[in-house]
T-cell receptor, first 115, second 107 residues
């Protein structure tokens, strides 16, 4: 499969625990994005990377959230001290870094449930 | 005001019907858009890009009206498989999605 992959697909955790999600983008894509989607809403932008540099972060990304892309390939999103309001689908997307804003290809998402 | 607003629907139509959705946007600098399609509990997938000249792909036609700041998507001869949520998005680095419009096509 040469698409965007995410791991795990589902995560159930207790409030207060830390969780980490992984995203593997399409190999030649140097732009990587994280979004969060709750029921009945469209995806909400969290942050994005160009190679290993984190270029933009949304106000939604509180200090409990941190994202990394250390080698400019896969990325991780960590949520510390999870809260019930963090329950959502976390989507990763990637695109080539060519000129213009090309289509973003989304992964299948990680569904987080915080009990 | 949200950057993108869509009628959430649901739009319930029979197979074979023609259905149209509108999407309004607030940032007059936006020059092109994407329509993404999202099936229930799946990831969004690109349906088509929309430029000032519009776009047509088979049964799907998208138009951009910059004067009135809205984008439309027309689906002709609806199929059961068209049932999904349709999201319009300004074409930029970080995508700003609206809630989307839900379409349900029934036999």
């Amino acid at each position: 499969d040469t698409g965007v992959s995410q791991d795990p697909r589902h995560k159930i955790t207790k409030r207060g625990q830390n969780v980490t999600f992984r995203c593997d983008p399409i190999s030649e894509h140097n732009r990587l994005y994280w979004y969060r989607q709750t029921l009945g809403q469209g995806p909400e932008f969290l942050t994005y990377f160009q190679n290993e540099a984190q270029l933009e972060k949304s106000r939604l990304l509180s200090d409990r959230f941190s994202a990394e892309r250390p080698k400019g390939s896969f990325s991780t999103l960590e949520i510390q001290r999870t809260e019930q309001g963090d329950s959502a689908m976390y989507l990763c997307a990637s695109r080539p870094g060519t000129s213009g804003y090309n289509e973003q290809f989304f992964g299948p998402g990680t569904r987080l449930t915080v009990l | 005001r949200k950057e993108v607003e869509q009628d959430p629907g649901p739009f319930n139509v029979p197979e074979g019907a023609t259905v149209a959705f509108n999407c309004t946007y607030s940032n007059s600098a936006s020059q092109s858009f994407f329509w993404y399609r999202q099936d229930c509990r799946k990831e969004p997938k690109l349906l088509m890009s929309v430029y000032s000249s519009g776009n047509e792909d088979g049964r799907f036609t998208a138009q951009l009206n910059r004067a009135s700041q809205y984008i439309s998507l027309l689906i002709r001869d609806s199929k059961l498989s068209d049932s999904a949520t349709y999201l319009c998005v300004p074409r930029r680095a970080a995508l700003i999605f609206g809630k989307g419009t839900t379409l349900s096509v029934s036999s």
